[in-house]
């Protein structure tokens, strides 16, 4: 119906206001469509827009806030049976985890929703969730594990033609690589991420590889490179993200 069209309408569009870095409308998008969805006695779509509440709320660094969200959507979907919803809302909490430095539990997340994408037999969700694992090595200062993971993500969304997930994991792997002293890697990954995000308008991506392009920078005593980068992201188009980095 009308309502229900309108309201699913909004939760897809979220991704798309988070890729440009509008998070904050996009979280206003999903609230306003969980609201209508429950009104409409529609609690199962009111869950779906909770669970795009828990991305944006991961790219505002707001970890108990999106882990709280990401409770409800792992019971209620489980009781249901619906392992897709579950493994998406345990990859999220697993990113929260991540942020607050809880890496015994963000490890346990990663597990749960590997083991369920793995039986729903869905290749990219399981590389996503992979790539989840990179970046909680990554956060632990296993750059070797990180980098390797990364690398596997990144052959997965090639294949499978997914040009803004593999930016994704490029970006991690330039992380990596970075903090393992492979500085020309680190560049070509962090690069080939940039000219993605620039292509296609990403704040998303644009952001965070200014960022670390700076850093580097900074660390190859190199700071008018540094300063060019750095205030690259001050533009309005990457104002939103600032917090995700």
Same mark, same amino acid.
């Given at each position: ?34 609201? *209508? ?67 015994? !539990? ?16 869905? !290749? @990219?969700?399981?590389?996503? @969730?992979?790539? !989840? ?35 994704? *994991? ?14 020309? !890697? ?9 000219? @993605? ?5 990403? *704040? ?42």
């Amino acid at each position: 119906d009308l309502v229900r069209s309108r309201g699913l309408g909004d939760v897809y569009k979220r991704q798309t206001y988070m890729f440009l870095g509008r998070t904050n409308e996009a979280l206003k998008l999903l609230h306003d469509a969980r609201d *209508a969805f429950l009104q409409d006695g529609r609690p199962s779509d009111a869950l779906e827009a909770d669970l795009g509440i828990g991305h944006c709320l991961l790219r505002l660094r707001r970890f108990y806030d999106a882990l709280e969200t990401c409770q409800e959507v792992r019971s209620m979907f489980g009781d249901a049976g619906r392992r897709r919803e579950v493994a998406e809302a345990a990859m999220v909490a697993a990113a929260a985890y991540t942020g607050l430095h809880r890496f015994a !539990e963000a490890q346990e997340a990663v597990q749960e929703a590997r083991r369920l994408f793995e039986a729903e037999g869905n !290749e @990219v969700w399981i590389a996503r @969730v992979d790539l !989840e694992a990179a970046s909680l090595y990554y956060q632990q200062g296993q750059f070797e594990a990180s980098l390797t993971v990364a690398n596997s993500c990144t052959d997965v969304f090639r294949f499978r033609d997914l040009g803004v997930q593999e930016a994704q *994991a490029r970006l991690i792997a330039a992380r990596s690589a970075a903090a393992l002293g492979r500085r020309q !890697e680190a560049q070509e990954y962090v690069g080939a991420a940039l000219a @993605v995000g620039e292509a296609k308008g990403l *704040a998303d991506l644009v952001y965070p590889c200014c960022h670390l392009l700076g850093l580097m920078s900074e660390a190859e005593a190199r700071p008018s490179d540094a300063l060019a980068h750095y205030c690259l992201l001050y533009t309005s188009d990457a104002a939103d993200e600032r917090s995700s980095v």
